[in-house]
């Protein structure tokens, strides 16, 4: 069965097939988007999402476009759905603990501080055959 972002009775079904309708629909609009409007819109998608949805509907961190930072925050025990958020680039190191001195939010605040200082959140996610290795954060 196909989704058509015009048949209201394919909306509100759950928030994956409401996000595919909603990039059917942002292609049908802008029918001239650049790869890089239409990148821009697909991140835009995935940050609402829980990660139990997103591991969930992905068979692996690879899936996920910013993987290298999700990938860093999971392994380093930060929860998976902080660890979601933060690798968006959202500072919000406040969802981990109000405590300055807590050691997993000074940990995330590094991690993240790696990342920001290498320019991670202003390159493109790009697709897995065209990685630029150059740019991924170790």
Known sequence: MALDYRNPNDW???S???NALKLQQFKALNPT???REINIFLCSLYLPLTVTEFLATHETIDDHP???????FLGNGI???IANILAFGSKRFDLISDDF???VRQLATRIYS???EMGYWHKLPQSSSNIDYDYIPY
């Not at 910013?66 to 860093?72: D, E, K, L, T």
């Open 12 to 14: 509100g079904r759950c």
């Open 16 to 18: 994956l097939t409401d």
């Open 101 to 103: 001195d807590d050691p």
């Open 33 to 35: 988007a650049t790869k």
């Open 114 to 116: 790696r990342f920001e």
């Open 66 to 72: 910013y993987s290298a930072a999700f990938g860093q």
């Open 79 to 81: 929860d998976a759905d």
